[in-house]
Nanobody, 117 residues
Framework: QVQLVESGGGLVQPGEALTLSCAASGFTFNTYAIQWHRQAPGKERELVAGISSNGNGNILYADSVKGRFTISRDNSKNTAFLQMSSLKPEDPAVYYC?????????WGQGTQVTVSA
């Protein structure tokens, strides 16, 4: 059974940091690229960051998070991460992990990130 389980969300104050994790099982993790997406209430889901299957290739970030967020993965642990720093009031959303290989894609259930003073 394929599973992607996000964790690490929570409530932080502006300027603080959080690290999200995405634990994968049921498929060959190291052959899938990983993306983090987020969706705020009333808004469309947007791509935040992506990393290639081996972690050493292409990495991309949305302009809104460049310099603040870092995506990484540990293929030995079938886990991907999103380190978020300097969180802003516009960052709150449900953050989703997505695994992609060609036409095959899996989504996690999401983890809530709230930024509030």
């Amino acid at each position: 059974q394929v599973q992607l389980v996000e964790s690490g969300g929570g409530l932080v104050q502006p300027g603080e940091a959080l690290t999200l994790s995405c634990a994968a099982s049921g498929f060959t993790f190291n052959t899938y690229a990983i993306q983090w997406h987020r969706q705020a209430p009333g808004k469309e889901r947007e791509l935040v960051a992506g990393i290639s299957s081996n972690g050493n290739g292409n990495i991309l970030y949305a302009d809104s998070v460049k310099g603040r967020f870092t995506i990484s993965r540990d293929n030995s642990k079938n886990t991907a991460f999103l380190q978020m720093s300097s969180l802003k009031p516009e960052d709150p959303a449900v953050y989703y992990c997505k695994a992609i290989m060609g036409r095959s894609a899996y989504w996690g259930q999401g983890t809530q990130v709230t930024v509030s003073a």
